[in-house]
């Protein structure tokens, strides 16, 4: 990448003035409402909605062309009908805008008219503008102050996640799903059919970028496949890099087509490059997210795992997807499981890892007891402590009312929890992560989950991960452990 | 099975009188608690609790033997030290009682000294009393109102879903979950270390239950694989039958082994033999779940999915996954296409199916006619609906309101959506089929999440389930296929 080109990116995720053309006087056409996105958003340079109508829009001026504007435009936003497009990025090229995201849609995704149509964006891109799409949500950048049409609430704290992603839905989900999982976002990009600007220039401009830490990328096709590979060999060597690569099966190509006129390619060829690279690959969202919050908040991932919890068959279950993921469970030396043992007065309860506490809730001291035996004692990267939320909530209480003591409740009890484990992981300097399972799906149980949610915030906040299940624990402990293997190569 | 052993097991899912041995005086043991569960579930026989000590106990009586029980026990839930467990299960032999449930652990799981303990319990039960455990929460029986330790809140409406499981943590995980989903339960049977009865007999039992529509598994181990196999093969010639098999790594192995001293097995073997007998194989509770909820409301389920939603990221995920799974994604016709083109006014929708909606929320009446367009003129199993619920609920109503509309909410949505969908479903016999994605995870935002829980009981009630993501959706359709096509033999 250029240092031109580097500085066209940077004006463009932080641009001090943004033209909007498309739609700007029809209500919620996609052009009006981008552009009360960014005025909900908070941007702090200068909107310029651009219709030969003029006018006004919500207090702001309408301007009729490009060239009536006082101030720099780093970034237009597009969204006239296909047809219109080229001659609208040529008058933007013409008065030296960086760059511009193409959200109109019927390029390449449509056919050969549409392809043509984008062949004629990639002659002007190439003439000295920078091109985002067609067909795309364009920039969310939380320090340029900028989003999609539907980012207006996202979060406005930036962080060290980066995305790449050829679908504005995936992108839009991220943003929703970060600031549960207390991941903040550097920059979310939105390319669509790429026809300029695509996965590999993208990743190369984010690997020089010192605000993002960790890069997520959803691609459906690449445009030079062994290109694009050599790059992600750099980056992954100072930066994980997450890949979802969609439309790797004949039905899911299909949809790609349909979609941003991508090619899919073949699944085990693609994901076994993308490995050999040092990407992490996932597939699906939910699998992304998980490694993400596992690079994020465990700085020292690794794959021996020790699992400290009720219930057998997640002991079970967790051991046989531990072995799929290349993780192990080594058992406890003798030493440590008879150490263990006597915090239990029945048998029954398997110490040797996973440690089955076989009630559901031990006293918060005694898990913090028997974690510290677990991470002081043995060889163990990440401790992963499952609690059943929904059992301590709505279960306990019943038992311990019918017999005259003071019930608990999930909050105080993992409040009371989290103390100890966060003494401990900064004594020890291993991994803690927890499972806050929650087994209640009834409109009238949402209480549960609202505990749940609001403790998870503050494990979060103290450097702690917490999943949903034990199998999501897992899957993003494996990457983030595959992460950091390509990054020690 | 014989007649006799029939008897018996019918007697235990119905007790008139439950015997319970072990911790009764004392405060929060086992043995305590499942008597105060009992009390709580609702439990229309007598109780019987038994201890030396005598006296009282939430207002029952305490015998001091089983000797001095008036009327016929049925059933016994034993929870004395392991060491003390055949000279109860004598005594319950003596007195006729048909089977007991035992809850003690310190069994084969343990190791050599408890397999010897064991073996003698078999001894027992040979001479004429069925025994489900040890190590083990028994029996669960809305009809029979009695239920597990911590079963007390599960419902007590009965229905046509019925689950084995070696572990009782997976068999509560099911009476928590079941609700939500609508799913009644006619007979849960946790069974340990299955030391007589166990997945066979079991198995062989709920086929003749008329109770039980649908079976559930859950196994660690099987005593004798080939007659297992067998007699699944005819079980799956008359109900489905979903199991999903724990211990098959070398680590799940072991877990299982020190679990309920069950030897795991490989999973290949496993896997395959369980498929070639006809059962749906998956993998961990959830999958369970969605299996069980489409073989409940899907009565003509078929792999030719159609679906209908925002986002092509979203199409292009579901198609790599439902080529996957041997799912279709028939191209509509082009007749049909050119049809659906006229509910769309801008370009970069995919008619073909996926149908792309674009816009995340359609009106309801626009999306009720696509869905009968397609219906009724493509050879389609199953249409899915994809609804983005946070949205609607958070992002619709910002827009609308800077426009000056009338804001949507997302509970009035889903209600105008239903009634069109339920008549097309009627008129047409096909499948509908929802997702409900609900991107929306942090506490305050708890809300979107009780309307999607409440809206989902309305669909369901109206015959159509609802999953939490296109993934669970896909995953589950194909299970149901799969059983029907086993049953079709």
Partial sequence: MSPEERRQLDRMFSPRGLALFGGISTPVSFGQLILLSQIRYGFRGRLYPISSKGGEIAGLKIYRSLREVEGPVDLAAISVPARAVPQVLGQCLDVGVAGAQIHSSGFAETGKE??????????????????????????????????????????????????????????????????????????VVSFGNGCDLEARSLLEYLAGDTETRYIAAYMEGVRDGRRFLETLRGVTREKPVVIWKGGLSPLGARAALSHTGSMGGEARVWNGALAQAGAVTVQGLDEMLDTLASLNYLKNPGPRLALLGGGGAIGVFVSDMAHRRGLQIPSFSSETQNRLKNYFSTPGNSMANPLDTGSPAL???????????????????????????????????????????????????????????????????????????????????????????????????????????AERALRGISGAVAAMRSMER
Same sequence: chains 1, 2.
């Fill in 114 to 187: 549409g392809a043509d149509l984008e062949s004629e964006i990639r002659e002007i891109a190439a003439r000295g503008i920078r091109v985002l799409g067609p067909n795309c949500f364009g920039i969310h950048s939380p320090r340029g102050g900028i989003t999609f049409l539907p980012g207006f609430d996202f979060s406005k704290e930036p962080g060290p996640v980066a995305m790449i992603s050829q679908s504005g839905g995936v992108a839009t989900d991220l943003g929703h799903e970060a600031p549960a999982l207390g991941l903040g976002l550097s920059k």
């Fill in 363 to 469: 006293p918060a001291d005694t898990i913090g007891a028997l974690a510290r035996e677990i991470l002081t004692r043995e060889p163990v990267d990440v401790l992963i402590i499952v609690v059943l939320v929904r059992t301590i909530e709505k279960e306990l209480p019943a038992f311990y009312t019918m017999n005259g003591m003071e019930p608990p409740s999930a909050g105080s009890y993992l409040k009371e929890l989290l103390e100890p484990l966060t003494k401990l992981k900064k004594e020890t300097g291993r991994e803690i992560a927890m499972v806050f399972e929650n087994r209640a799906h009834l409109p009238e149980e949402v209480d549960v989950e609202r505990i749940s949610r609001e403790m998870q915030q503050q494990y979060q906040h103290s450097g702690i991960p917490v999943y949903p299940s």
